[in-house]
C-alpha cells in the first residue's frame, strides 16, 4: 500500500499532494490524464490523415477483461452501420447473476436499437465511439467538476453522460451488439464472484 504522503496528482496546475480527496474521489478520477492523452493523440493523429481514416475510440477499463471478440465486433458494427457513432456489447457483470447484462435482447438488423430511452443498463467500458464526431470529449476528474455539480463523478461514467446527451440532441445513430464481450467482476475495488463465461482467466 503507497502511504498517503507520496500520493501527488500530477494533472493539476501545480503538482501537489493529494490534499482534501478521499481515496474514493481519487478512483473515480484513476487514469483521467492517461485516458485524456490517449484521445488527444487519436485527434492528432486524424488531423494528419486524409477523409479514408476512420479512428474509432474503444474505453478499455483497467478492471474488466474483454473476450478476444470484444474489438472486432464493434469495428464490425461501424463497419456494418456506417452511420452509426457509438456501440456498445453486453456483458457479464457483478450483481446479474451470471447472466450477460443488460439483461435484454434487441434487433440486430437496425440502427438505434435500444429500446425505450437511450443510455440506460450500459457497461461503460463495453462501448466505443467514432471519433472525428465526439472530437473534444474528455474524461473530468474530480477537480474539473464545477463546486455545485451534482451528478456522479466517476470519470467514465460522467462521459458516457455527456456523449449520451450529445447523441440525443443531435439525433445521431447508436447500436447495441447482443454479444457479450465483456466482464466486469470487480466494482469500486472489490472482487465479486466469478460468474462469467470460460473467456474469464483463472
Not at 494533472?11 to 480527496?21: K, Q, V
Not at 443498463?121 to 464526431?133: F, R, T, Y
Not at 476528474?141 to 458516457?160: E, I, K, S, T, Y
Request: glycine share 8%; proline share 5%; hydrophobic share 35%.
Amino acid at each position: 500500500m503507497i502511504p498517503s504522503s507520496k500520493l501527488f496528482l500530477h494533472n493539476l496546475p501545480e503538482p501537489g499532494e493529494r490534499g482534501n480527496l478521499t481515496g474514493m474521489q481519487l478512483w473515480e478520477s484513476g487514469g483521467v490524464v492517461a485516458m485524456n492523452n490517449a484521445l488527444q493523440r487519436a485527434e492528432q493523429h486524424h488531423n494528419n490523415c486524409t477523409s479514408k481514416c476512420d479512428i474509432f475510440v474503444a474505453n478499455l477499463d483497467d478492471d474488466d477483461v474483454w473476450s478476444t471478440e470484444h474489438l472486432s465486433e464493434l469495428l464490425s458494427i461501424f463497419r456494418r452501420f456506417p452511420s452509426v457513432v457509438f456501440a456498445w456489447t453486453k456483458g457479464y457483470y457483478c450483481n446479474n447473476a451470471g447472466n450477460p447484462y443488460p439483461g435484454i435482447t434487441v434487433p440486430q438488423d437496425r440502427v438505434n436499437n435500444w429500446s425505450g430511452s437511450f443510455g440506460g443498463s450500459i457497461l461503460h467500458s463495453s462501448w466505443a465511439w467514432k471519433m472525428e464526431v465526439f472530437r473534444g470529449f474528455r474524461y473530468r476528474g474530480q477537480w474539473d467538476f464545477p463546486p455545485n455539480f451534482q451528478g456522479g463523478r466517476v470519470a467514465d461514467g460522467d462521459l458516457f453522460d455527456v456523449a449520451r446527451a450529445y447523441i440525443v440532441a443531435k439525433k445521431l445513430d447508436y447500436y447495441h451488439s447482443n454479444q457479450a464481450t465483456i466482464e466486469h467482476l470487480v466494482e469500486m475495488g472489490r472482487e465479486c464472484a466469478k460468474n462469467g463465461p470460460l473467456w474469464y482467466p483463472d
